[in-house]
């Protein structure tokens, strides 16, 4: 299964205003880092169908995540840990390019 750590800067120009005095990551945010890594990884080259989402946890300015996923005969299932605590904040599947529906 492959894995990728990534962290989102305390002063993310996203959390200022997402939301004022309790700023979070946005679930767009999180979803575009996801398939930019998986896409990255993948000779699939094409669109990208999102299948389901589940935001768990939330993500915040500072926070490290990893993000880990497995190929299911071209869907895509992944999810990203919060490195500190290894708690789930997001699952989710997905489709990359021209794999069947």
């Not at 575009?32 to 080259?45: F, K, M, N, P, W």
């Amino acid at each position: 299964m492959p894995r990728v750590e990534t962290h989102f800067v305390q002063d993310h120009p996203t959390a200022a205003g997402h939301f004022p005095g309790n700023p979070i990551i946005p679930g767009a945010l999180l979803l575009d880092t996801v398939l930019h890594t998986i896409a990255g990884d993948s000779a699939t080259a094409g669109t990208c169908v999102i299948r389901a989402a589940k935001f768990l946890r939330p993500v915040r300015p500072g926070d490290r995540i990893r993000i880990e996923w497995e190929d299911l005969r071209g869907e895509m299932h992944f999810r990203c840990i919060l490195v500190e605590g290894e708690e789930i904040a997001v699952t989710g599947m997905l489709r990359l390019g021209d794999a069947p529906v």
